[in-house]
């Protein structure tokens, strides 16, 4: 399996492009702790031949937890679940939270009660930057500035080796010049992993009301596409390998957590909106604090599920395959779809392979350097209407 995560849904205040599920009322914080807590126990018999490999916590802001509910949610893991030696124990956190009073907390051991020997510290942190840009974290309503970013990465590089940061690309009034010096800031930090992402317009956020009123500017595909290529080019450069649509990292120093994903593995979502996979089925929990907490309280998992049908499994693996390094087997899918699969992912993937968006080499289709951008419209070109 690869691992647990915990989605702690809280937030000092809401980012204007951000549609993720979150409070910014602290009030019921303790209880969803608990919670959490309970809902680990809850699901181990759905998992219980499972080994876990990594632990993330996501949101949300989960640094703004204090320590001992973090330790508390990983030592409930270990009580629950077998774990393997020296997992990947991710924490997203913001800036602002990260003072150095903080951050050396986070790094540090601590004494389990549930095994003999110290447990395994928190070991990665992934850092929601963003921007190194004032006039950027303003517009995006971010609730940390440009010197508590660069310090906090300052303090960060002393006492964590593994260190990923997000930056956003394609935004209004970025010009090229401007999106290299965000990389460049970042490149000299030194860090081994960087997420990068367009900026998007999801309904119902701020920033689409904004744009909808005229306040924010109409956003630029085909400047978010060059930005993209500059991101490429400038980090593969610098000794990154662009393994994921939007995600680079140096050697041995991919997301472990988010890799499993795509690669299909099972994986366990605890709190509210969470997800969960076991190879056959998803679930995902009610996105409401009130109702999840009241379920868990009466020992009730808040969640629905789908079984996925073969055609849902193939579409998925499309998806994630073309989407990084590891591409789609067309072996697999033969053996596992089953030649009509086969058959339609070729015919499908021919027009691709002509405009050298995809090519195939060793039997594995990819994307070309041309064609990674435009990776999930090509995906959803190769996907196959429901069969059954």
Not at 20 to 27: A, E, I, L, N, Q
Not at 97 to 105: G, H, N, S
Not at 211 to 230: C, E, R, S, T, Y
Request: glycine share 4%; aromatic share 12%; charged share 25%.
């Amino acid at each position: 399996m690869s691992g647990i995560y915990i989605h702690i849904p809280f937030c000092k205040q809401a980012c204007h492009y951000c549609d993720f599920h979150f409070s910014t009322s602290m009030k019921k914080k303790d209880e969803m702790v608990l919670a959490l807590a309970k809902e680990i126990g809850l699901r181990k018999d759905e998992f219980q031949d499972e080994v876990v490999e990594t632990i993330y916590f996501g949101g949300g802001t989960p640094s703004i937890l204090q320590i001992a509910d973090i330790r508390f949610l990983i030592d409930e893991v270990y009580r629950n679940y077998k774990v393997i030696e020296n997992p990947e124990i991710t924490i997203e956190a913001n800036p602002d939270d990260l003072t150095e009073e903080r951050i050396i907390e986070l790094s540090l051991e601590w004494q389990s009660p549930n095994r003999a020997k110290l447990n395994n510290r928190i070991n990665r942190l992934s850092i929601g930057i963003q921007s190194f840009f004032e006039d950027d974290l303003k517009m995006m309503n971010r609730a940390h500035n440009v010197d508590e970013a660069k310090k906090c990465l300052e303090i960060a590089t002393k006492y964590f080796d593994n260190i990923s940061i997000d930056l956003i690309y394609g935004m209004p009034n970025m010009s090229n010049e401007k999106w290299l010096q965000n990389i460049e800031t970042a490149l000299s930090f030194n860090v081994p992993h960087i997420s990068s992402y367009a900026l998007t317009v999801e309904p119902k956020t701020a920033l689409h009301s904004y744009i909808k009123k005229g306040i924010i500017p109409q956003l630029d595909d085909d400047k978010a596409q060059k930005h993209f290529h500059l991101l490429v080019e400038k980090l593969e450069e610098n000794g990154f390998i662009h393994y994921e649509l939007s995600n680079f990292g140096k050697e041995n120093y991919f997301s472990k957590n988010n890799s499993s994903y795509w690669l299909g593995k099972k994986y366990i979502g605890i709190g509210p909106s969470a997800h969960s996979y076991d190879g056959i089925s998803r679930s995902w929990n009610v996105s409401n604090n009130s109702i999840y907490l009241k379920s868990i309280l009466e020992n009730q998992l808040p969640s629905e599920s789908e079984t996925l049908s073969k055609t849902d499994r193939y579409n998925e693996y499309v998806m994630t395959g073309l989407r990084t390094i590891w591409g789609i087997s067309l072996e697999r899918i033969e053996n596992e779809f089953g030649k009509i699969y086969f058959d339609y992912l070729n015919q499908q993937a021919e027009k691709y392979i002509e405009d050298h968006l995809l090519f195939v080499d060793d039997n594995i289709l990819r994307t070309t350097k041309s064609g990674k951008f435009l990776s999930d419209g090509i995906a959803s070109d190769l996907f196959l209407l429901n069969l059954e």
